[in-house]
């Protein structure tokens, strides 16, 4: 019998995904018996139904790749990612969301705000 799937997000220019800097929260994970996969799509109903926990690790949008940190830090997420995951959520899915400081913490301010809605 295998563990929950984890999902660690990797399509949003993340900081930690579980090929480089999560490869040891990976392997811990793998160690206790969840399936971890490196989720490399956009977030949307269908494609978070592989998912039982969901973490996303500083983000970046696409404009601030490759260290172009200046302001304003707009989202990594579209609406409806950000919908979508919501939804799931709700749902019972899990979520991991880490966002430390600037630019990551603007990357993920909108994702935040909605799911404390």
């Not at 999902?7 to 811990?28: E, M, S, V």
């Not at 983000?59 to 304003?72: C, S, T």
């Not at 989202?75 to 430390?100: H, P, R, Y």
Request: charged share 15%.
């Amino acid at each position: 019998m295998q563990g929950p799937i984890v999902c660690i997000d990797a399509a949003h220019q993340n900081f930690h995904t579980p090929d480089n800097r999560f490869y040891a929260f990976a392997k811990l994970l793998r160690a206790d018996g969840y399936v971890v996969k490196a989720f490399e799509q956009t977030f949307s109903a269908e494609s978070l139904k592989q998912c039982q926990i969901l973490v996303i690790s500083n983000p970046l949008n696409q404009i601030n790749a490759g260290g172009n940190w200046r302001l304003p830090t707009p989202s990594a997420f579209t609406s409806a990612e950000i919908q979508a995951v919501k939804t799931w959520v709700a749902n019972g899915g899990k979520l991991f969301l880490i966002a430390d400081h600037m630019p990551f913490c603007w990357s993920s301010a909108g994702f935040r705000k909605s799911l404390r809605n």
